[in-house]
């Protein structure tokens, strides 16, 4: 069965410090790979996405990801941390079998200080 | 990009009473929609997802009883909550994909609040 683990619930960076949201995933066949953001009573935005190609992968507001099959991995990065940035993450896992339902991640709370 | 509107943003209603979420695809084609539920703090669990006219397919766990899917058409699904409980006080989130075109991009709606009393 396919699963989402994001290692760390709370992570506090301080402003211009590297962002590391980890996330690690099961699967037995080629995944669709996905980084959201949600901030405060608000929906999804898709911050990036691993679909097949390249496996560092560029989404928006500066964040990155590198699919690393061998590790099971997806690791979201960003080299500088704006204060912009506190909010929720969660990674998610989309399999082409069983009708393309997607799984996530039980999400990262980005904290960042000043 | 795709946009995917949910109506109402929030709504709070008395125990006991029923509830309607709209979900729609404004410039797409939704051959599949899925409905999530979130609790505070927690991530987004998967409800149910339903095919544009035939029956939704519910995770194990949810009542299909108590949580009832329609999607009638291309573009809209809908999620009624049956005989409120407080305990179904969540955030509700939609989602929709064309599977003929992109099968494995989704669009999320910006959620519903419900809160009953």
């Known amino acids: 069965a396919q699963s989402v683990t994001q290692l760390g619930s709370h992570v506090s960076v301080s402003e211009g410090a590297l962002v590391l949201l980890r996330c690690n995933y099961s699967?037995?066949?080629?995944?669709?790979l996905f980084w959201y953001v949600q901030y405060p009573n608000q929906g999804l935005q898709l911050l990036l996405k691993?679909?097949?190609?390249?496996?560092l992968v560029k989404g928006i507001n500066g964040f990155e990801a590198e699919f690393k099959k061998s590790e099971t991995s997806f690791h979201l990065t960003k080299p500088s941390a704006h204060m912009s940035d506190a909010a929720e993450y969660f990674c998610?896992?989309?399999?082409?079998?069983?009708?393309?339902?997607?799984?996530f991640g039980a999400g990262t709370r980005l904290f960042v200080k000043a | 990009g795709a946009v995917v509107s949910q109506h109402p943003s929030w709504v709070i209603c008395k125990s006991g009473t029923s509830v309607k979420i709209e979900c729609r695809s404004l410039?797409?084609?939704?051959?599949?929609m899925f409905w999530y539920r979130q609790f505070p703090k927690q991530s987004l669990m998967l409800m149910a997802t339903?095919?544009?006219?035939?029956?939704?397919?519910?995770e194990q766990g949810v009542e299909k009883d108590k949580f009832l899917i329609n999607h009638a058409s291309l573009t809209l699904s809908t999620l009624t909550v049956t005989s409120a409980h407080p305990e179904d006080s969540s955030f509700y989130i939609c989602?929709?994909?064309?599977?003929?075109?992109?099968?494995?991009?989704?669009?999320f709606g910006p959620g519903t609040r419900l809160t009953v009393t």
């Open positions: 699967s037995s066949v080629p995944p669709y």
């Open positions: 998610a896992v989309t399999l082409s079998t069983g009708g393309f339902k997607t799984i």
């Open positions: 339903s095919n544009e006219g035939s029956k939704a397919t519910y």
């Open positions: 989602s929709a994909r064309d599977l003929g075109v992109v099968p494995y991009e989704q669009y």
């Open positions: 691993y679909t097949t190609g390249a496996t």
């Open positions: 410039d797409f084609q939704a051959t599949t």
